[in-house]
């Protein structure tokens, strides 16, 4: 059974961090591309970050210089430090795992910004 557990996020004041973590099972981690997405209130789903399977990184404009995504293939999680949020960055952020056709959703970790 393949799971993905989203953790990590909480209220945090505008200009706060967070650091968000995303554990999987139940699949070979180290195969699969891995990715922060999040829906914010009212709108489309978006990427905010992905890493390949082999380390390459990607962002979103809007979050360059501010979040880094980085993955740990011994403890099967993939992370994303987020400094300086601002309230438009509440939303409900999720990890998926991508592997040829098939992707794999968590349930998602909320995040609060607001002062």
């Known amino acids: 059974q393949v799971r993905l557990v989203e953790s990590g996020g909480g209220l945090v004041q505008p200009g706060g961090s967070l650091r968000l973590s995303c554990t999987a099972s139940?699949?070979?981690?180290?195969?699969?591309?891995m990715a922060w997405y999040r829906r914010a209130p009212g709108k489309e789903r978006e990427l905010v970050a992905s890493i390949t399977s082999s380390g390459i990184t990607d962002y979103a404009d809007s979050v360059k210089g501010r979040f880094t995504i980085s993955r740990d293939n011994v403890k099967n999680t993939v992370y994303l430090h987020m400094n300086s949020l601002t309230l438009e960055e509440r939303a409900v952020y999720y990890c998926?795992?991508?592997?040829?056709?098939?992707?794999?959703w968590g349930q998602g970790t909320q995040v609060t910004v607001s002062s």
């Open positions: 139940g699949i070979m981690f180290s195969l699969y591309d």
């Open positions: 998926p795992a991508a592997r040829f056709r098939t992707t794999y």
